[in-house]
């Protein structure tokens, strides 16, 4: 059997028994892997704030991949060349303007901080407020600078699918999906060339 490098792990729907806490078998294994010297890392769409408890409870000291690859940083290494890949302000805010019938709730990630513009507190997107500084009013006002990730709740299926045909008129946005069992109206936008894969090679140049 060949001994892995560097191992690369998810977070929901892989490692996670639920939104809290890693399955204890996963959490054995993955702290064997790190004691024994082999570098296990985070590839996960959160945000620091929502993972950091797992990068502790692991030991680790590896860089993380977080918002599904559009930031990268080493939370013990201040020397590491973070990467960074927002979506566009203006261009956000046209898009949004575009689908503003389709959704319910719009967050904006950046870093630690949550811009919010419209909110329903019925709405599965509240899970990503927790735990993070929220700042709710205009995004064109409040956001300092480009997010790294927006995400929607969609009305419906029917304004689920209307936002990914929407999407294809801003070739630098791209959608991701959330786990469809449990938030099947949930969106992500991203710049659309940052993904997980690319951040992962990011990540072994330095390893």
Known sequence: MIEPKVVFVDLDGTILKNYHEIHEENLNVLKKLNNSGIPVCIVTGRSYSRCKHFYEELGLTTPLCLFNGSYVFSPKDENYPNFVGGVEKETLLKFLNTISNLYTSVV???EDVMYVERFDEQDDISVVL??????????EENLPTNP?????????????????????????LQVNTWNLKVYPLILEITFHKVNKGKAVKHICQYL
């Open 108 to 110: 904006c990630d950046l």
């Open 148 to 172: 790294y990730s927006v995400i929607l709740q969609a009305k419906n299926m029917e304004s689920k699918a209307r936002i990914f045909e929407i999407v294809q008129s801003f070739p630098t």
């Open 130 to 139: 927790e735990g993070n500084t929220v700042i709710e009013g205009s995004l």
